[in-house]
């Protein structure tokens, strides 16, 4: 089994910071793709940005310039730093990766986590 701890959630003012932690562990044998996802209140959960394990990044348009995530791979850790924060950025964040359990596991997702809550205030 693989375990998805997220942490770092709270509640901001618009133009705040917040960082999000989020911890793998269990039976792993590497981790590809770390990923954050974000779900808002009534609608479906998105992909937020991702991060290879060579480090490349990708973002969705609408937090270019003020997310940045990173990751700490020696403590299976993923961060997002999310600054400058809007009102549209308030959601149930979630993270997952890519995990291969075995050497000749290509990696897949694992389950969910019980996410961390971001509200921003106008």
């Known amino acids: 089994q693989v375990q998805l701890v997220e942490s770092g959630g709270g509640s901001v003012q618009a133009g705040g910071s917040l960082r999000l932690s989020c911890t793998v562990s269990?039976?792993?044998?590497?981790?590809?793709?770390m990923r954050w996802y974000r779900q808002p209140p009534g609608m479906q959960r998105e992909l937020v940005a991702s991060?290879?394990?060579?480090?490349?990044?990708h973002y969705i348009a609408s937090v270019k310039g003020r997310f940045t995530i990173s990751r700490d791979s020696a403590k299976n850790t993923v961060f997002l730093q999310m600054n400058n924060l809007k009102p549209e950025d308030t959601a149930h964040y979630y993270c997952n990766a890519a995990v291969s359990r075995t050497y000749y596991d290509p990696g897949n997702l694992v389950s969910w986590g019980k996410g961390t809550l971001v509200t921003v205030s106008s």
């Open positions: 269990g039976n792993i044998y590497a981790i590809n793709d």
């Open positions: 991060i290879t394990s060579d480090d490349s990044t």
